[in-house]
């Protein structure tokens, strides 16, 4: 994504704009760039001096993103819903404020869908619940299914800039990974499932509501957005601790950071199986609970 919106500033007479504004708790990736787009200092430490050319600002803070736009910038880049950062939905007028300020200023909006995009959110991309549309976009993760599957999506006034020759990948354009793209999309754009998969998003977030109500000394608050969810613990709970007792319960799930659990189970789950996760949920919170009144007790 980076790449493109720096070749379209470059071949529209803007070579100076080639900054990127990026968020505090972002994750964008494992390369050298994206390193530096994520800003994570566990992340980065060890690679050397970070790539020069990304800025964070909070997340949610449009007052700091207006402040922190110069002659140099030349887009912004942001997760719709923070995965590795917390479990973390932008709000739809962020959402919207972000897109107003791009149009402004002539910058380009860079959405990474990467973790909630193709149908997580209950419709194909996160970004459609604020109406708004990217310049450019990247998707991987459930774009093939679990099949190994990338992708970047532009607008074609960002897109015709990158000939061939500017960008180029070993397997980009793989037969074999764009057939098992096709065969997801016949299933998620088939009509009725991505109103199963808002259906049994929000019935879940209503469970994660009631088990933070039930479990005050183990559950801070529930958030996240469709089918990607998370439960911010305690201070005194660590989320690798939950983790674990959520696996002696028989369900995997994630460690996100400010202390998440986070759960993203397979969109073709159903309530009863989202019922079932739940108790599961809800028993490895009650494991948690006498280690937790010793500590209360101290």
């Not at 880049?77 to 919207?96: C, H």
């Not at 997580?120 to 970004?127: D, E, M, V």
């Not at 808002?198 to 559950?219: C, M, N, S, T, Y």
């Not at 739940?278 to 280690?291: E, K, Q, V, Y």
């Amino acid at each position: 994504m980076v790449k493109a919106v720096r070749k379209y500033h470059a071949e529209t007479g803007r070579p100076e704009r080639y900054r990127m504004l990026c968020f505090e708790g972002a994750f964008h990736g494992r390369t050298l760039a994206m390193l530096a787009a994520t800003g994570n200092e566990k992340y980065l430490a060890g690679f050397g001096p970070p790539v020069e050319g990304f800025e964070h600002v909070p997340f949610g803070n449009m007052n700091a993103v207006r402040g922190a736009i110069t002659r140099e910038t030349a887009g912004i880049m942001i997760e719709p819903v923070q995965g590795e950062g917390g479990v973390r939905p932008a709000t739809l007028d962020f959402l919207r404020e972000l897109r107003r300020a791009c149009d402004e200023f002539g910058l380009l909006l860079a959405l990474d869908e990467v973790q909630i995009g193709m149908g997580r959110s209950g419709r194909l991309w996160a970004h459609q619940w604020a109406g708004i549309e990217p310049d450019v976009m990247s998707s991987a993760k459930g774009i093939a299914g679990g099949f190994p599957l990338g992708a970047i999506l532009a607008k074609e006034h960002v897109a015709k800039h990158l000939k061939p020759g500017t960008h180029g990948t070993t397997y980009g354009g793989s037969p074999l990974a764009c057939a098992a793209g096709n065969a997801v999309l016949d299933v998620m754009l088939a009509p009725g499932f991505l109103d199963g998969v808002d259906r049994v998003a929000r019935h879940l977030w209503r469970g994660f509501v009631k088990l933070a109500e039930q479990h005050p000394l183990v559950v801070e608050e529930a958030r996240g957005a469709g089918l990607l969810l998370g439960l911010k613990l305690r201070p005194e709970v660590s989320n690798v601790e939950m983790q674990g007792s959520c696996v002696a319960e028989g369900l995997l799930t994630v460690a996100a950071g400010m202390n998440v659990l986070r759960v993203a189970p397979p969109l073709i789950i159903s309530e009863a199986e989202a019922d079932e996760a739940l108790h599961m949920i809800g028993r490895a919170c009650l494991r948690l609970r006498p280690s937790l009144s010793r500590i209360a007790a101290k």
